[in-house]
């Protein structure tokens, strides 16, 4: 019986596991192979948390994706939604387009740094919870600002060199917020009176 069992552990390939969907989706989707980095990639369940680029907590979660400055070219794909304790997105300076995806402003994010991109589209479905910093300057974001945008807990918000439009919300009252940066716009009306 000892013999069969040093067999198996010694002479028989480990088994198989098949790629996170939505890091495959997503490495596929922003030229992976491409990356100035990309060690780890795609990962598989059981190496999500040695990627390059991949924060996890100690339960193996993943928490955070830091991949600023990386040659990431392409759109960000829907399926993030599956890892709901991600808090940290950093994906400045890199060449990604079109709309943020919904499942991605959904998430109770806590870091959102997305400057210098291409992205396009609005962002009247953020999450705003437990935001703190969110800066997602030049790019050609579109629309205006949703009325939640100065949630409770943001410190910075920043969304100059944009295509943003409209007033700024009266909510921008927020003692916490010790930064707001919104030039290179298109915004008009009156700048609300801020707490001190």
């Not at 910093?133 to 807990?153: C, D, V, Y």
Request: aromatic share 10%; with cysteine; charged share 15%.
């Amino acid at each position: 019986f000892l013999f069969l069992v040093l067999f198996l552990v010694l002479f028989l390939p480990p088994a198989s596991t098949s790629p996170d969907p939505f890091f495959l989706a997503f490495y596929n989707a922003t030229g992976g192979r491409g990356w100035k980095q990309n060690t780890g990639w795609p990962p598989d369940s059981t190496s999500t948390c040695r990627a390059f680029g991949i924060e996890c907590n100690l339960e193996d979660q993943v928490t955070g994706i830091d991949l600023n400055d990386n040659n990431l070219v392409g759109t960000i794909p829907n399926g993030i939604k599956a890892h709901p304790m991600v808090e940290l997105i950093d994906l400045t300076w890199n060449s990604l387009r079109g709309t943020l995806p919904l499942d991605l402003l959904a998430l109770p994010l806590r870091f959102v740094y997305l400057d210098d991109n291409q992205f396009t589209g609005g962002l009247h479905h953020i999450n705003m919870t437990f935001l703190t910093h969110i800066s997602i300057t030049n790019n050609n974001l579109t629309g205006t600002l949703p009325r939640n945008i100065f949630g409770e807990h943001v410190s910075i918000l920043s969304f100059s060199a944009n295509r943003i439009h409209g007033t700024i919300p009266a909510s921008a009252n927020r003692r916490r917020l010790t930064l707001l940066s919104l030039f290179w716009n298109r915004l008009s009306g009156t700048i609300p009176p801020f707490a001190h």
